[in-house]
């Protein structure tokens, strides 16, 4: 048996940054991670390898729609799909190798292996290599991610019935996509394949895409999205999904409850995501689940094992990346003593569609259903000469203040690299900033960043500049 200080079990985001600042921390860590590879679903078979494919795509569809108008001819275009799968696992690969060498680097011990609690302060791992061996540990953190939801009657093939994880990994381009699932990832993978010139007809059971966001986003993105190939069906409720060998057929009910059929060559079931506490030994650590299968945790991170942390997906909150992330930290720092903070009302979303849409704060739904007096600023993309110069005119930002206070409670995004613009907000929030606080900071100009300021402006008495 061998003895460490904290041993977390997971290697992605949350875990490896969980790793990493404990060992920066003086801690004796390990880290477990079942697959042969580190990084998780995020670097493997999400976050990374999609944002690789969405970006070769992106490429794709500006070669052939836009490059004229900017004055570039090209002779007649060809998909290779085959090199932009390549090139995105040579990313991934990168990337994983990074992590590993940051392991090394911050002398964290490394187990590959499945990871299961044989008591509140024992682990043992069936490493992959068919040995076994047993860790214990003053502190774990469990830190397993999540795996893709899959209801009954829509049961993955991996063949014509797939998950994200297969459709990163396809052979062809579908001439018709069918996507069960208006949410992030199901919208970001659609993107990819019909910027290549699939059809996709998304199949959404709430009356909006995207539907945890500001519903004004979701609106937006439907028609930008529809621009290139999308075709949406809100309200519908999917039965029953079938592989009939060469192509897919999708029965779903619509909002009047009739009966409605689609045929695609494959079906993408993005249904969201649950988190990976199966075969874990959980109980036999004395570790609780909540009805969800979900790890229960209290404001410390701390589970009912007082000697057991639990971060990122199989705990309550958005299912991020960087919400993990910042988790990792807060629990290293809170084994070491410290005072760390966490506002989770500020950990912003994305969508990395094009345009792509960024939210941090509240909603105008949440803020109406609270009964918080507040006031709207707006900036249309069409407005912004930056974007006018690059052909990215879809879009707009929505700032959401106090109408008392000017305090800014919400910023919406959807545009050209709203990705990167919606971190000024969080630091903007974090320190409680008002909407004239922004509007009165200079903007270098011609930015994207500036349609911000004017919407702040907007919102404070409606005096924003170029609108």
């Known amino acids: 048996m061998e003895n460490f200080d904290v041993v977390v079990v997971g290697s992605g985001p949350g875990g490896y940054v969980a790793a990493i600042r404990c060992a920066q921390l003086g801690f004796k860590t390990a880290i477990i ?37 900017h004055g570039i001819d090209v002779g007649s275009l060809k998909v290779n799909l085959e090199q932009m799968i390549k090139r995105k696992a040579g990313v991934v690969k990168q990337t994983s190798d990074g992590i590993s060498f940051l392991m ?12 299961t609690f044989v008591s509140k302060d024992t682990v043992e791992v069936a490493l992959n290599d068919g040995n076994k061996t047993t860790l214990s540990a003053k502190k774990f953190v469990i830190a397993t991610g999540s795996k893709p939801i899959v ?25 018709n996509l069918i996507l069960v699932g208006g949410g992030v990832i199901g919208l970001e993978l659609g993107s990819v394949y019909a910027r290549l010139g699939a059809k996709v007809s998304v199949l959404e059971y709430a009356d909006s895409i995207i539907p945890t966001m500001d519903k004004s986003l979701g609106k937006e993105l439907q028609k930008s999205l529809t621009k290139i190939g999308f075709e949406f069906f809100l309200n519908h409720k999917v039965l029953e999904v079938k592989n009939k060998g060469k192509e897919v057929l999708v029965k779903a009910s619509d909002k009047a409850g009739k009966e409605v059929q689609f045929n695609g060559d494959y079906c993408i079931i993005a249904l969201g995501r649950k988190p990976y506490t199966e075969n874990l030994g959980l109980d036999k650590a004395g570790v609780k689940l909540d009805d969800r299968g979900k790890v229960e945790v209290d404001e410390n991170l701390v589970t009912s094992n007082e000697n057991i942390y639990a971060i990122g997906d199989v705990i309550k909150g958005a299912m991020l990346a960087h919400k993990a992330e910042e988790e990792g930290v807060f629990v290293a720092e ?25 939210a941090v704060g509240f909603t105008e739904e949440q803020l109406k259903e609270k009964g918080t007096k507040y006031k709207v600023g707006n900036f249309p993309f069409k407005a912004s000469g930056r974007a006018r110069a690059s052909m990215d005119t879809d879009g707009f930002v929505k700032v959401l203040a106090d109408e008392k206070t000017d305090e800014i409670l919400g910023v919406h995004m959807i ?6 613009m919606i971190a000024e907000a969080v630091v903007a929030m974090e320190y409680r900033a008002s909407a004239e606080d922004i509007s009165r900071m200079s903007h270098a100009h011609p930015t994207f960043t500036e349609s911000l300021k004017e919407a702040c402006l907007d919102a404070t008495a409606k005096r924003a500049l170029h609108i």
């Open 151 to 175: 209801l009954q009657g829509m049961e993955i093939d991996k063949k014509r019935i797939i998950t994200s994880t297969e459709a990163l990994e396809m052979k062809e381009v579908p001439k």
């Open 334 to 358: 809170k084994i070491a003593g410290q005072k760390p903070h966490i506002n989770y009302n500020l950990i912003p979303g994305v969508v990395y569609t094009w345009p792509e849409v960024a």
């Open 104 to 115: 090394k680097k911050n002398k964290i011990t490394t187990y590959f292996g499945h990871g």
């Open 33 to 69: 991670e079942r697959y042969n590879t580190l990084g998780g679903t995020c670097l493997n078979v999400g976050c990374i390898p999609s944002k690789a494919l969405l970006d070769s795509s992106e490429h794709f569809y500006n070669a052939s729609h836009t490059f004229k108008e």
């Open 415 to 420: 545009g050209p690299r709203t990705a990167d």
